[in-house]
């Protein structure tokens, strides 16, 4: 069964709200925590990486500000999306590494995503 | 740097057909991972296959199998017989450790598409 959750899996919002999506690791502590983004017909771009109690680093182009993450604890990471934007509207994944799972592997366990519409 | 190239955008085949995605790699470590991953029009990413780089040994799984070979640096996907549930985006991602921090690199995924 899945490991990792996110909520919701749809939202459609209007132009100038916030959104938040939640990504919860359901039976391991994950201490870090990946965001991606997936345009239409894309692949999937690395964003940001989610670290428990401390400030999440971005990639280089990501807008700070714009997308904003909190991993208060050590199984949920939340990415919100500040005053949204059409040009916002994609598809969010996150991801988080079990140890015990995946041992030294690096291996990701994946969300089951959450699609953004914003209006 | 890392890399991952899945230069196949998009594959048609006709039902019971056998079909290739192929998957290049760049790296310059020497131990990293190698995942394939399929994605369903729902959206989620479903786990198919992790090989380390030590294990060039072929696997076959049911219908899937792949064929690892470091001397190309290609880990390509061949699905037997396939089957119109097949259709999906299929992703090739790499793993390797920089400095203690593992990262996925994504391929550009190969669209397959089974028709009946």
């Known amino acids: 069964g899945a490991v990792v959750s996110q909520h919701p899996s749809r939202v459609i919002c209007k132009s100038g709200t916030s959104v938040k999506i939640e990504c919860r690791s359901l039976d391991f502590q994950a201490t870090t925590m990946f965001w991606y983004r997936q345009f239409p017909k894309k692949s999937l771009m690395l964003m940001a990486t989610?670290?428990?109690?401390?400030?999440?680093?971005?990639e280089q182009g990501v807008e700070k500000d714009k997308f904003l993450i909190n991993h208060a604890s050590l199984t949920l990471s939340t990415l919100t999306v500040t005053s949204a934007h059409p040009e916002d509207s994609s598809f969010y994944i996150c991801s988080a590494r079990d140890l015990i799972r995946g041992g030294d592997t690096g291996e990701l366990f994946f969300g089951e995503g959450s699609r953004l519409t914003v209006l | 740097a890392q890399k991952v190239t899945q230069a196949q955008t998009e594959i048609s085949v006709v039902e019971k057909e056998d079909v290739t995605l192929d998957c290049v790699y760049e790296t310059r470590d020497t131990t990293y991972y190698l995942f394939w991953y399929k994605q369903p029009p729902s959206g989620e990413l479903v786990f198919l296959i992790r090989?380390?780089?030590?294990?060039?040994q072929n696997e076959i799984s049911g219908r899937y199998s792949w064929n690892f070979q470091k001397s190309t640096s290609s880990f390509n996907f061949t699905i037997t017989a396939s089957q119109v549930v097949d259709s999906a985006v299929y992703f090739c991602a790499l793993s390797e450790s920089t400095s203690g921090t593992y990262k996925y690199i994504f391929g550009t995924g190969t669209r397959l598409k089974v028709l009946a």
């Open positions: 989610s670290n428990e109690g401390s400030k999440a680093t971005y």
């Open positions: 090989r380390n780089s030590f294990d060039e």
